[in-house]
């Protein structure tokens, strides 16, 4: 079992910036991808970045350039930059672990808010 614990949700003005940041704890496999999603209210969840183990981040359209998503396989954590936030960025994020070979095994953090208002 893996747990995932986020933190570093808030309330922020437009513009402003938060960082979130993940800890993933229990039987962590070396070879994992790592996520980031969010889910507005009334809506679904969306992915929001990811790091594929090797690869560079990727990230949905509407976050590129103010979002910087980075993770410390060391250490098990992966983190959200979120940079020039808008009201429409207010959601709940989770983070995101899937790891497993033949059989893949996706975890989910308890997820935190984050508030962009004025």
């Known amino acids: 079992q893996v747990q995932l614990v986020e933190s570093g949700g808030g309330l922020v003005q437009p513009g402003g910036s938060l960082n979130l940041s993940c800890i993933a704890s229990?039987?962590?496999?070396?070879?994992?991808?790592m996520a980031w999603y969010r889910q507005p209210p009334g809506k679904e969840r969306e992915l929001v970045a990811r790091?594929?183990?090797?690869?560079?981040?990727k990230y949905t359209d509407s976050v590129k350039g103010r979002f910087t998503m980075s993770r410390d396989n060391k250490k098990n954590t992966m983190q959200l930059q979120m940079n020039s936030l808008k009201p429409e960025d207010s959601a709940v994020y989770y983070c995101?672990?899937?790891?497993?070979?033949?059989?893949?095994?996706?975890?989910w953090g308890q997820g935190t808010q984050v508030t962009v208002s004025s």
């Open positions: 229990g039987s962590v496999s070396p070879l994992n991808d």
């Open positions: 995101n672990l899937v790891q497993g070979l033949a059989i893949k095994t996706t975890y």
């Open positions: 790091i594929v183990w090797g690869d560079a981040a």
